[in-house]
Structures are given as structure tokens and as C-alpha cells.
């Protein structure tokens, strides 16, 4: 499976590697996380990034597409949604292997034109045959021309904007600034704006015409990550809807609100949003497990 086929151009940061067809429109990929990568690097001592899960799966889900539906390496895949779950335990960076198996199973399959257009897609990650996570989304898919019509003045891509100020990288459970999605604000406590740069080698392999969701998705996880600090966050339950494109030069402001944990063992929610000019542009959720407050 070619980095393209993924919609990546640095083969470093495309995670699967081969497909096959198991029944009608059920597909095993295996993919090979990365024990060491700049941006999806291991946390908390050792456990591959739960990011991971959801970045592969939107990686194998349009090779497997472009593959066995016939769509065009030039077709636009939009994500309406997308969660996980995972197991920490079964995420282990090994010294040995760190392949893992995604058993994809797309459903509620529409198509226009004689192509596939819209479609569920569920995954399933296995390492040594025991499930480790789930996964989950629904796509569309639109040709070029399809595109540009719906996004008008606004399809033309971006090269580069303002960089606004990080917060401290340590905040955000990042070691290098240049990995921060998060600018701070004099406004309410657990509020920021986001922080674009579009020289980032991993989240702007190519120019965009809006912000890409994988980003929104990754600064909602950085602050929920500072929003629940000084304790630990593990974000073993994701999950993101968009109501809208992310647009360039425009401010996005990315509020949190916590919920702790109701009883001893249970995890605490944290809810985050994204707006620009009021409007929503993504809601998402985490599950953490975390401590009790005394």
C-alpha cells in the first residue's frame, strides 16, 4: 500500500502496509506502528500514542477504498465523524514488532454516479490475534470537480499563515514546541486558540484549502490534556464530529469542560469544542482514567 494510496507523501508516516479482501466489503490491513516517530511518539512509558488508532484507521480506510471501489487518488474524503477505544494494556511498543492487524468492515454503502459515495466504516486492531481497540467513522467522498464547486472561493489551498504564539509545551504533553496546537488566550480559564503552522511536516504533507480534522482532532486532545493537568491523561476513549469546515485565517477558539470521575476506578470526561466567529466548527469527547480528587 503506497503512501499516496493513504493520502500521505513521507512513507514514514503512512502505518499500513497491506491489504486483502476477506467477504464483500470486509478487508484486513496490516499496519506497522512506529516505536519511535517525531509526532505520534510513545507516551507514558512506553504505549503506543492512542492517536494512533484513529489516524490509522483513516489511513487504511482510503487505501482500502481508492483499492477495491475503484475511486480516483484524486477523490476527497470528507470525515464526518470518528471515534475509538482502546486498551492501554495491548498498546505495548515492542523491540520486536509492532505490527498490528485491521479488520475494516464498511456498511450503509451509498453511491452516485456508478462510484461509491458514502459509507460507514467500522475497524476492529488486533496485535497477536487479541483485540486492542475499535474504531469508528462515517465518510463521504466527492470527485475534484465536486469539490471546488462546494467549496467555491475557498477551495483554493493555503501555503502558509500567521503562526500565533504555543503555550508551554509541557502543557500540552508535548516535548517540542513545534508540535503545539495551542496559542493562549486572556480569556476564561481552560479556553485557547488554536495554533496553526502549515510548514508541519506531519499534519501538512501537501496544501490545504482548510485546516485538516486530524489537527482539530489532536489540539482537543492537547487541551484536555492540559485541562486535567497535574494529573495524568491517557485518552483512551476518543471521539469527534464536525459541523464544519475549519477555515484559514480565521480564529478558533478551543474551550474544555471536565467532568471528574464519579466513583474510584471510573474515568473522567472531558468535552471539548472548537468555534470560529461563534459558529461551531467540532465537538469532542475524551475518557480518561484518572484519580480521585481527596
Known sequence: ????????????????????????????????????HPFFAP?????????????TMRQASMAVIH?????????????TDLDYTCHPEGLGVSDRDNTVDVRITFSQLKYRGGRV??????????????????SGGDVRLTSRAAYHRLRGDRSVPVLAVPVEPPVDPHLVGRPHVDHV????????????????????????????????GMLLFEAARQAAYAATAPTSFLPVHGSIS???????????????????????????????????DG????????????????
Open 181 to 212: 496546537l495551542l496559542s493562549p488566550t486572556a480569556e476564561e480559564p481552560g479556553e485557547w486558540n488554536l495554533r496553526v503552522d502549515t510548514r508541519h511536516p506531519t499534519l501538512f504533507q501537501r496544501p490545504n484549502d482548510h485546516i485538516p
Open 242 to 276: 464536525f459541523h464544519r469546515y475549519a477555515e484559514f485565517g480565521i480564529p478558533c477558539r478551543i474551550a474544555t469542560r471536565v467532568i471528574p470521575p464519579l466513583a474510584p476506578g471510573t474515568r473522567a470526561v472531558v468535552s471539548v469544542t472548537g468555534h470560529q
Open 117 to 134: 459515495s458514502q459509507m460507514r466504516v467500522d475497524t476492529v486492531f488486533e496485535r497477536d490475534g487479541r483485540p486492542v481497540a475499535t
Open 1 to 36: 500500500m503506497s503512501a499516496a494510496m493513504c493520502h500521505r507523501v513521507r512513507e514514514e508516516d503512512a502505518f499500513p502496509i497491506a491489504w486483502t479482501a476477506l467477504d464483500a466489503n470486509q478487508f484486513l490491513v496490516r499496519a506497522c506502528w512506529p516505536a519511535d
Open 67 to 79: 483499492a477495491a471501489y475503484d475511486v480516483p487518488l484524486d477523490h476527497h474524503f470528507l470525515l
Open 279 to 294: 459558529d461551531p466548527v467540532f465537538q469532542c469527547t475524551f475518557l480518561t482514567p484518572q484519580r480521585m480528587a481527596l
Open 43 to 55: 507516551v507514558q512509558g512506553g504505549i503506543h500514542d492512542p492517536m494512533l488508532i484513529a489516524e
